[in-house]
């Protein structure tokens, strides 16, 4: 049910200039509570090493696998139709993107790219490059086919438009994702905690390159290689991140310590800083295009 | 209530940027997958050059696969980062009189590996031209467990096949082992191998 | 206030002794500064339980168990013979071992083994695992097999504690432990004084060929008893099996021999022989006709027991004595024996002032002896406590034999002769030659000491031809040559005395008071006994042109058969000609061999030996050294190749071993298939991922279904070592500089892989 302000008063003035759900910080918040989660599992895990029975492994890997995806529903949808004019197909991108990359991208990295097999024991460049144009392309490619055909022509009203839906498709990917660690295998709560909140902030750290790329495609008149590029830039991304992470995280041996094992919640702080590291940017550019879009329509005739 | 937004009227149709901007993102998308394939390919297929004068053989093993000339064969390849049976690519030279026959020869394999492999079984056996040399195959599975009595190894069905070729006092065995389930995936390094060796 | 002072000044006091008492305790309690830490799981998990088993129809029959200990990776076990080797009592012909997987668990079997060497009379055995336990040919070098290193029980002393390992029941046992310490030691003809360890520890006698371990868990000792036969009235027989398959399992039914409990230990340096000569895979050939094999003429029996103080170079009694002083440390009973055989259980049991006396008991074991002959057992270097001694020889079970001797006797000054040697006479009245090989000639002499004897006493010699009486001195013959000092007598038979085995008996009042044995063999060169000659070594294709080849003392690496050729004299048949082989020191080979051949060879007839190389006899100094008894005739030798044995890499059973298991980052399941490699000190593990080349790997492991591996050889401690660590789908992990240290042996790890992108 949605509730709206009478239009027999003037609305306020935010409203009038700004009638869309915010965009930004519902991504802070979900990124925010979704770290701040795996930085308590983790503490716990660490310090009080609980032993849990096995179905309450496995509930809790489901339930934390779904919360990134129940945080945006509360932060990014619920909050939307609070909103003068809402953004109506959040969910279907959401839910299309989900099902293209369960359909679509994962048969074609596990089984015609087979990415484990070669990928892991390559050198550092050829890893960049491999991730980058199997993972990556594959990634951001189905994630702006969605939105290209979905949304992009009729629903694209500003750029924010842009980063909402491209959150939207990048929660759908990232869920798809998080199911398939929890559904496979007994991972502890920490360790799905923990990849759980990689794979959100990369795929929305692509996503926001995305975006920039749709928003420049339908509200500018840019190269038609910038989308190219931006979608390069997004699988680039994903290519670098994933050796880089599991690099500076991966374990060494010694014989001395009983156990061996690597470091995965600073594969979480590297995360987070790339995510930061694009978000920031990407925004200024965003309210940069945005102010200049509408001085050019204040001075228009 | 119902909302009514009213919007000004903007064309839907698409400018040629818009379109070209689109059909070139799915473009390189294309491009990238072959891209991608070709990196996996070159991956999986860069070889390692290998030449042993005194035996007379040079050949071309896969890059990633551990080398191996101190056993009883003259070359073994195996493939360590592979799960379970390590796929194993081998050259074994065997002195022969000049009366033993292929047939005789595949004789004493089959009694010698009855021994010591366990379900030993023949599946086929066919001649053919191996780079204008004739040439035997023979095709034949295996189960194989871990010789530690001590760790929990499950057995393992292990294909194989052998190219047996005779020249002169000698029998040139060229052995393709793997694990019987991925044997079809594993096989098209095997006959890339075959088509480099010279002997 | 002065009361709750008084009571806690005495609360403190009480509570500050309690506290200096109790640490007082705690440091007596804690192990010597020295003190070294076993590897125990390591001798469990290199002591097997062994099946003899008899194959019928369709089922395996089982006829003898035991225990016995891996000494070599590569498969190499060390047993005794008894329920090993084919045998009246043991008649299987398969050998199954098994093994310790779980140490909670009875042992689990896994393979099959074959005799390489044995010593039925020393009771020793070495098998080699041949194939798996469904019947499959293995090959040796592909096994990994936990072992244990020889100790030399030569150092091992009165109260050394022995960790002792081995199977106490019947297969449904696991592994067990036990300890004790050393309580003695039982002397031998065939061994000397340490040819048996007697221990306190408390070992069932399935555990018999086991191992017993000094601190450093090094093999010391063989744990060894033989069980009597299943008709023997003290036998413990075991039935499990329905054998004869009348649907019972009863008397009728085959039964397990089991002996009693063990307190006697074979020394490992016995078994070093066997073990030398089967790891350098080398043999000793002769032909058939050149090992007597006596027919026995009765029951096996014991006679003329009498005790003697000591044991000279030959083990000869040095006199004869009827009593020992106190605080005596040395004693042996020594004894006639004929018709015995390797396969006969022989028992010591002694009971002081009527208690059984373990120190001094021998348990049933099998008999090391020829055929008939002299033997002794005894001990020295223990004190032996005053009272009345009865000693009690058994033969399979039955007592043969009986006398006693009391200790704690006052030292009296009883006539006595004593050390009584043999040779012949110079002019000047001399006795000259070795002492106990003579040559063949017209007379013998002995010379011998006296002590206390008062001139008319009656005494007299007699002198024995292989056990039969053929001259003694005239009845009535009484001494008149003074109370002390040196006399000669001598034999002689005008028509030659025949080459054999003699005996001297001296006796005053009728008492036995000296007695030696002496062999007369080979012919006299001047003042020595020239019994071999032309000992050589050669090259030949067949044994018909060996004696014509040239003779050689170098041989190219990798030849496989040297012959050794050579001639004798007068040798008679029965003759102990005892043969021992060495290479670079170490003996491969040693038996005692009751010489079969003519007295004197033929014209151009030579006596041929066969050096044998499973796969090439190994570079080395080889040494032939040949006896007549305890008198050295030959010593000569040869090289093959650089004259060097090759170092054996693997012979170390010392190192840290590593372990572990490698797991899933994410699900924390064992990975399958993951493959450690550990890489050689010279190389990095980048140049290892580089070249991917097997040549620089010092050891490799794969994970099975768990994720579980051993590294099939030891680390040295303070070596820099690289690891990497590869598994299909996982980042590989890569170290350099590990190093491991030998106090944390074995090293358990668990590594976590994560996989490269999720």
């Known amino acids: 049910m949605s509730y709206y302000r009478p239009r027999t008063s003037a609305p306020p003035d935010d409203e009038a200039i700004n009638p869309y759900g915010q965009v930004w910080l519902p991504i802070a918040a979900q990124i925010g509570i979704v770290l701040m989660i795996v930085i308590a599992i983790y503490l716990v895990f660490r310090f009080l090493t609980p032993t849990l029975p096995r179905t309450a492994i496995q509930v809790g890997d489901l339930i934390l696998a779904l919360t990134p995806f129940g945080l945006w529903l509360w932060f990014g949808v619920r909050r939307e139709r609070l909103a003068v004019q809402p953004r109506t197909r959040l969910l279907m991108v959401a839910i299309v993107t989900a099902l293209a990359a369960n359909a679509i991208a994962f048969p074609l990295i596990e089984r015609i790219y087979q990415v484990d097999r070669w990928l892991p024991l390559a050198p550092t460049l050829n890893r960049v490059l491999g991730y980058a144009f199997t993972i990556g392309v594959t990634q951001e490619l189905i994630k702006y086919v969605v939105i290209r055909y979905a949304v992009w022509r009729e629903h694209f009203r500003t750029r924010a438009d842009a980063i909402a839906y491209g959150v939207a498709s990048a929660v759908g990917y990232a869920t798809v994702l998080n199911l398939q660690i929890a559904l496979t295998g007994d991972a502890n709560l920490d360790i799905v905690a923990i990849r759980i909140f990689d794979n959100l902030a990369l795929n929305i750290a692509a996503s926001i390159l995305i975006a920039f790329g749709t928003a420049e495609m339908r509200f500018e008149r840019p190269s038609p290689f910038l989308m190219p590029l931006m979608l390069a830039l997004g699988a680039f991304l994903t290519g670098v991140v994933i050796p880089l992470r599991t690099g500076l995280t991966n374990s060494t041996f010694s014989a001395q310590t009983a156990i061996n094992a690597p470091s995965l919640i600073f594969g979480t702080a590297v995360s987070l800083i790339v995510l930061v590291a694009i978000a920031f940017p990407m925004a200024l550019l965003f309210a940069t295009a945005d102010r200049r879009q509408r001085e050019a329509a204040a001075r228009a005739p | 209530m119902t909302i009514i937004e009213v919007r000004s009227a903007e064309s839907t149709e698409l400018t040629q940027r818009q379109r070209w901007s689109h059909y070139f993102t799915l473009f390189y998308g294309v491009i990238a997958v072959v891209i991608a394939l070709n990196l996996r390919d070159s991956t999986l297929n860069a070889t390692r050059s290998y030449v042993d004068i005194q035996a007379g053989i040079r050949a071309a093993y896969p890059q990633t696969w551990i080398i191996d000339t101190g056993g009883a064969s003259i070359f073994r390849a195996r493939d360590m980062a592979v799960a379970g049976f390590k796929t194993t690519i081998q050259i074994a030279i065997r002195p022969i009189s000049l009366s033993t026959s292929t047939r005789n020869l595949i004789d004493i394999l089959t009694l010698t590996r009855a021994q010591t492999l366990a379900a030993y079984r023949v599946l086929s056996q066919t001649t053919f031209f191996l780079n204008e040399v004739e040439a035997t195959e023979l095709e034949y599975t295996y189960v194989s467990s871990d010789d530690n009595p001590f760790l929990a190894a499950v057995p393992i069905v292990v294909r194989g096949r052998d190219i047996l070729i005779t020249r002169g006092g000698q029998a040139i065995i060229v052995t393709f082992l793997a694990d019987a389930n991925t044997y079809e995936q594993n096989l098209p390094s095997f006959q890339r191998f075959l088509a480099d060796l010279e002997f | 206030m002065s009361r709750i002072y008084r009571h806690f000044s005495a609360s403190w006091r009480t509570w500050s002794f309690s506290l200096a008492l109790g640490l007082v305790c705690a440091l007596s309690a804690s192990p010597p500064a020295n003190a070294q830490t076993l590897d125990l799981e390591r001798l469990q998990r290199s002591t097997v339980f062994i099946l003899q088993a008899r194959a019928t129809a369709d089922d395996l029959i089982v006829t003898c168990i035991g225990s016995g200990t891996i000494v070599s990776r590569d498969g190499l076990i060390l047993s005794n013979a008894h329920n090993t080797v084919i045998g009246r009592n043991c008649p299987g012909e398969t050998l199954v071992i098994a093994l310790s997987v779980n140490f909670?668990?009875?042992?689990?079997?896994?393979?099959?083994?074959?005799?390489?060497?044995?010593?039925?009379?020393?009771?020793?055995?070495?098998?080699?695992?041949?194939?798996?336990?469904?019947?499959?040919?293995?090959?040796?070098?592909?096994?990994?097999?936990?072992?244990?290193?020889?100790?030399?029980?030569?150092?091992?002393?009165?109260?050394?504690?022995?960790?002792?390992?081995?199977?106490?029941?019947?297969?449904?046992?696991?592994?067990?432990?036990?300890?004790?310490?050393?309580?003695?030691?039982?002397?031998?003809?065939?061994?000397?004084?340490?040819?048996?360890?007697?221990?306190?520890?408390?070992?069932?006698?399935?555990?018999?060929?086991?191992?017993?371990?000094?601190?450093?868990?090094?093999?010391?000792?063989?744990?060894?008893?033989?069980?009597?036969?299943?008709?023997?009235?003290?036998?413990?027989?075991?039935?499990?099996?329905?054998?004869?398959?009348?649907?019972?399992?009863?008397?009728?039914?085959?039964?397990?021999?089991?002996?009693?409990?063990?307190?006697?230990?074979?020394?490992?340096?016995?078994?070093?022989?066997?073990?030398?000569?089967?790891?350098?895979?080398?043999?000793?050939?002769?032909?058939?006709?050149?090992?007597?094999?006596?027919?026995?003429?009765?029951?096996?029996?014991?006679?003329?027991?009498?005790?003697?103080?000591?044991?000279?170079?030959?083990?000869?009694?040095?006199?004869?004595?009827?009593?020992?002083?106190?605080?005596?440390?040395?004693?042996?009973?020594?004894?006639?024996?004929?018709?015995?055989?390797p396969e006969t259980v022989y028992e010591l049991r002694v009971n002081t002032d009527g208690i059984p006396n373990a120190n001094f008991s021998l348990s049933p074991v099998r008999w090391s002896g020829g055929r008939r002959g002299l033997w002794y057992v005894g001990s020295s270097g223990q004190p032996y406590p005053n009272g009345l001694y009865d000693f009690t020889l058994f033969i399979d079970g039955v007592a043969s034999a009986t006398t006693r001797l009391r200790v704690g006797v006052a030292p009296e000054e009883i006539a006595s002769f004593s050390d009584i040697v043999f040779g012949i006479l110079d002019f000047s009245g001399n006795v000259l030659g070795n002492g106990f090989v003579l040559g063949t000639g017209n007379i013998a002499s002995a010379r011998f000491i006296y002590r206390n004897l008062v001139d008319g006493t009656p005494w007299t010699a007699i002198w024995y031809y292989e056990g039969t009486e053929f001259f003694r001195l005239p009845d009535g013959t009484t001494w008149n040559d003074g109370a002390a000092g040196a006399k000669t007598i001598s034999v002689q038979e005008p028509n030659g005395l025949l080459p054999g085995t003699y005996r001297l008996e001296l006796y005053i009042e009728g008492r036995l008071s000296g007695t030696s044995d002496f062999t007369l063999s080979g012919g006299q060169n001047g003042a020595f006994t020239l019994v071999f000659e032309d000992t050589h070594f050669a090259l030949a294709d067949s044994d018909e042109n060996a004696p014509r080849a040239a003779p050689l003392r170098q041989f190219t690496a990798e030849v496989d058969l040297i012959y050794t050729l050579f001639r004798w004299r007068q040798i008679a048949p029965g003759t102990p000609w005892v043969v021992i082989w060495s290479v670079d020191g170490d003996v491969f080979y040693r038996r005692v061999i009751p010489w079969a051949r003519d007295a004197d060879p033929f014209d151009n007839e030579y006596f041929l030996m066969r050096l044998i190389g499973e796969n090439g006899i190994p570079d080395g100094t080889y040494r032939l050294d040949m006896f007549i008894g305890s008198v050295q005739f030959v010593s000569t030798e040869a090289r093959v190749g650089i004259g060097q044995l090759p170092i054996d890499r693997f012979a170390q059973a010392s190192g840290i071993e590593l372990r572990g298991q490698i797991r899933d980052a994410d699900t924390g399941l064992g990975i399958p298939g993951a493959t450690f490699f550990l890489v050689n000190e010279e190389f990095s593990a980048s140049d290892f991922l580089r070249d991917l080349s097997f040549a620089q790997i010092y050891a490799t492991a794969t994970t099975d279904s768990d994720g579980r591996f051993t590294i099939d050889r030891r680390l040295q401690a303070t070596v820099p070592y690289s690891v990497v660590i590869m598994a299909a789908g996982y980042l590989p992990i890569t170290s350099d500089g590990v190093e491991v240290v030998p106090e944390d042996s074995p090293i358990d790890v668990t590594i976590y892989m994560q996989r490269d992108a999720t």
């Open chain 3, 104 to 341: 909670d668990d009875a042992p689990v079997p896994r393979y099959r083994a074959e005799i390489v060497q044995a010593d039925l009379g020393l009771d020793l055995a070495l098998l080699r695992i041949t194939r798996q336990n469904d019947g499959r040919l293995l090959d040796p070098d592909s096994l990994t097999l936990p072992f244990v290193e020889l100790g030399d029980s030569e150092l091992v002393t009165l109260d050394d504690t022995l960790t002792v390992v081995g199977y106490p029941g019947i297969s449904d046992d696991p592994v067990t432990i036990e300890r004790g310490t050393v309580s003695g030691f039982t002397a031998e003809p065939s061994g000397g004084d340490k040819s048996w360890i007697k221990t306190s520890a408390s070992i069932r006698g399935t555990m018999s060929g086991g191992g017993a371990y000094n601190s450093a868990g090094q093999l010391v000792g063989i744990p060894t008893t033989a069980p009597l036969t299943p008709d023997s009235p003290e036998s413990n027989c075991v039935v499990l099996q329905d054998t004869d398959a009348d649907g019972l399992v009863g008397i009728t039914d085959q039964c397990i021999p089991i002996g009693a409990f063990i307190n006697s230990l074979r020394p490992s340096n016995f078994a070093r022989v066997l073990l030398r000569a089967a790891s350098l895979g080398l043999s000793i050939d002769m032909d058939d006709d050149a090992i007597l094999n006596p027919r026995l003429t009765g029951d096996p029996a014991f006679s003329r027991l009498f005790f003697s103080p000591a044991v000279n170079e030959a083990g000869m009694p040095t006199t004869v004595i009827r009593s020992l002083p106190t605080s005596s440390s040395s004693l042996y009973l020594y004894f006639n024996y004929d018709n015995m055989t």
